[in-house]
C-alpha cells in the first residue's frame, strides 16, 4: 500500500530565503508525481508535475525534483515571498492520486 | 476563467438531510474526480467517473453516491449526512486516454457542515 510523507508538518521561515520541502513514498512503481498548493479554506492548485521518467521540472521560482529509486521528491522555493505562504501537498499516481498530509508554509514579511 | 467550477462553495445541512453538491467543467475532460478532505489531513478519493464508467473506491461508504449526466457536470450526493461527513469536498478532472498519468485539476471545493 503506497503511503506519502512529508516534512515538516510546519514551516516558518523569514522573507527572502531559500527553501525545500520534502515528499517520501514508499512504491517506486509511479507515473507521476504532483506537487500541489492549498490556501486555507480553499481548493488545490497544482503547481508541478513530475513524470516518471523525469528528474526534474521548473516554474518560475519553483523547482521540483523526483527521485523514484529512493521514493523522494523535493519542492525547491526560491526568494520565498508572503504569498508563498499555504499548505503545499505532493501526491503521487500509481492508479490513483494519493495525496501527503501536507507542509503548512509561513513566510514572515 | 475558471475551468473547474463547484456550487456550492458552502453547504449547511441537517443531520440525516440529503444533500447534492455539484461540480461543473469546461475542460471538456473525460475523467472527474470527487474527494474528501477533512480538516487538517490529505484528500481521499471517493470516486471517480471515466466518461460514463463508474469507479467506486473499496471503502467508500454507501451514503454516498455520484451521477454524471454528461461531461461537463458530476454531482455528489450523501443520502443521510452524518456529523463525520463534515469536511471538503474537491471536484478534479483531468484529461483521457488513461487519465492517470494526466495532471488534475481541482475545483475551490464545497465546504460541508452537518449540524
Known amino acids: 500500500k503506497q503511503e506519502v510523507t512529508q516534512i515538516p508538518a510546519a514551516l516558518s521561515v523569514p522573507e527572502g530565503e531559500n527553501l525545500v520541502l520534502n515528499c517520501s513514498f514508499t512504491?517506486?512503481?509511479?507515473?507521476?508525481l504532483q506537487w500541489f498548493r492549498q490556501d486555507p479554506g480553499k481548493g488545490l492548485t497544482s503547481l508541478l508535475l513530475?513524470?516518471?521518467?523525469?528528474r526534474e521540472q521548473t516554474s518560475g521560482r519553483l523547482n521540483a525534483s523526483l527521485d523514484k529509486s529512493s521514493g523522494r521528491s523535493t519542492l525547491y522555493i526560491a526568494a520565498s515571498q508572503p504569498g508563498d505562504s499555504a499548505t503545499y501537498l505532493c501526491?503521487?499516481?500509481?492508479?490513483?492520486?494519493?495525496f501527503g498530509q501536507g507542509t503548512e508554509l509561513s513566510v514572515k514579511p | 476563467d475558471a475551468m473547474v467550477i463547484q456550487n456550492p462553495r458552502y453547504q449547511v445541512t441537517q443531520f440525516g438531510k440529503p444533500v447534492t453538491l455539484s461540480c461543473s467543467q469546461t475542460?471538456?475532460?473525460?475523467?472527474m474526480y470527487w474527494y474528501q478532505q477533512k480538516s487538517s489531513q490529505a484528500p481521499k478519493l471517493l470516486f471517480h467517473?471515466?466518461?460514463?464508467?463508474?469507479?467506486n473506491e473499496a471503502d467508500t461508504p454507501d451514503n454516498f453516491q455520484s451521477r454524471r449526466p454528461n461531461t461537463s457536470f458530476c454531482f455528489l450526493d450523501i443520502r443521510s449526512p452524518g456529523l463525520g461527513d463534515a469536511a471538503m469536498y474537491l471536484c478534479?478532472?483531468?484529461?483521457?486516454?488513461?487519465?492517470?498519468?494526466?495532471?488534475?485539476?481541482f475545483g475551490p471545493g464545497t465546504r460541508l457542515t452537518v449540524l
Open positions: 478534479a478532472t483531468s484529461r483521457g486516454a488513461g487519465g492517470w498519468t494526466d495532471t488534475q485539476y
Open positions: 512504491d517506486s512503481a509511479i507515473y507521476n
Open positions: 513530475i513524470q516518471s521518467s523525469q
Open positions: 501526491a503521487v499516481m500509481g492508479g490513483k492520486l494519493i
Open positions: 475542460l471538456n475532460h473525460n475523467v
Open positions: 467517473y471515466y466518461d460514463k464508467d463508474f469507479n
